[in-house]
């Protein structure tokens, strides 16, 4: 996409906003407006579970049945909680029930309009609106009493003693039906001025300024990632488990073998040793190897010294 139906080019990242968290959970929603493609649905489907978000809501899509369809449900790829909760709505002022910040994600240029910011530049001056003991903004904000909740929670823990006043893991929010948008116009014409012009901000992704294009689903996965980043993120899972570490005698073992193979084939002289062992040593504790890596070192100085004695 060109333009409107998804964020293309704009200036640099700022640095990560973990710090910003703030004190509760945030609702969240993503607006498809007309949508054409059915397939972009479960794309969008999808990349919000992936980060969390399941709160979707289609305007006027070219499809009545498109949440049913069967390019949507192949694209979604499971998320298909996302696809039988979502609702759609003939005008953008249904879409907008408890929502007080919208995002448009147009780039077209406009006479007039909302400020464009990256999504982390914004995510970061947005979440300083509400994070205690921060220093005041460099402009109004229009979120004074914008309480967001109903988003997989991501909060700090609450500190021994005290209560969680949310009860429900959202410390610290007010109570509310109010949150944050984000809308993608079509992916042929974009966000219409008039729906550009309600937003508090145009969203834009960097890119490359020779190929700003973006898809639909690649657009709202990297903002739905951005928005999560905001709130805290997502623990990242080892892949695999942590290795254990050989302990110091396993070490000392396998450098004492070390030391005698090296002998046999004429590296290390007895009489003068020097500091060879001790920097073995050293290396070896840098290392860290694990009880299968001492065994293979062990094989190895084994295999030294056999060849040194085939050779005598």
């Not at 919208?102 to 910011?117: E, K, N, S, V, Y």
């Amino acid at each position: 996409m060109q333009h409107g139906g998804a964020a293309t080019i704009a200036g640099s990242f700022r640095p990560t906003l973990s710090a910003c968290l703030p004190y509760f959970a945030m609702k969240t929603r993503f607006i498809l407006i007309q949508t054409s493609h059915a397939g972009n649905v479960g794309a969008a489907a999808r990349a919000m579970k992936t980060m969390g978000f399941g709160d979707l809501v289609l305007v006027a899509p070219r499809w009545a049945n498109v949440l049913r369809r069967e390019e949507t449900i192949q694209r979604a790829s499971g998320a298909l909680d996302v696809l039988e909760n979502a609702r759609i709505v003939e005008t953008l002022d249904e879409a907008l029930d408890g929502i007080s910040h919208l995002c448009a994600t147009a780039m077209t240029p406009r006479d007039f309009g909302p400020p464009t910011r990256s999504p982390r530049e914004h995510f970061e001056w947005l979440l300083q609106q509400r994070r205690p003991g921060m220093d005041a903004p460099a402009e109004p904000s229009p979120l004074a009493e914008l309480a967001l909740e109903g988003a997989a929670p991501v909060v700090p823990p609450v500190a021994a003693g005290q209560e969680d006043p949310g009860g429900d893991g959202a410390a610290g929010a007010t109570g509310g039906e109010s949150g944050i948008a984000f809308l993608f116009g079509s992916e042929r014409f974009g966000m219409a001025n008039e729906d550009v012009y309600r937003c508090h901000v145009a969203l834009s992704i960097p890119t490359n300024p020779g190929f700003g294009s973006l898809n639909l689903g690649a657009a709202i996965q990297v903002i739905a990632y951005e928005w999560r980043l905001a709130l805290g993120g997502f623990p990242v899972r080892d892949a695999t488990p942590a290795p254990s570490r050989a302990d110091a005698a396993q070490v000392a073992g396998m450098l004492a073998h070390w030391e005698r193979a090296l002998v046999d084939i004429g590296f290390l002289d007895p009489a003068a040793p020097k500091k060879l062992m001790p920097r073995l040593n050293q290396l070896f504790n840098r290392a860290q190897p694990t009880p299968e890596e001492i065994h293979i070192l062990r094989g190895v100085a084994k295999a030294m010294s056999e060849a040194a004695q085939a050779k005598r």
